[in-house]
């Protein structure tokens, strides 16, 4: 399972369209030595998100089994 989250990718995605090397997310902040840095990180955490298994939410109620005439 993967350490990272979304928000942490639509940070680092939002610092890197606005050119800038450094980030704060959540109180914390990291100043990367590049831009292309950035992208590979980016990228790894993109691929490591995709990985995980889809959360899906179990259904509240299930369906009827009685079909309706």
Excluded at 18 to 24: C, I
Excluded at 28 to 51: A, F, G, H, N, P
């Amino acid at each position: 399972m993967s350490g990272f989250t979304q928000a942490q990718v639509d940070a680092l995605t939002a610092a890197i369209a606005q050119g800038v090397t450094t980030v704060t997310h959540n109180g914390k902040t990291v100043r990367y030595m590049s831009l292309q840095q950035m992208l590979k990180l980016r990228d790894r955490m993109i691929t490591e998100l995709e990985s995980q298994p889809p959360n899906i939410a179990r259904p509240l109620a299930f369906g009827s089994v009685f079909l309706k005439r």
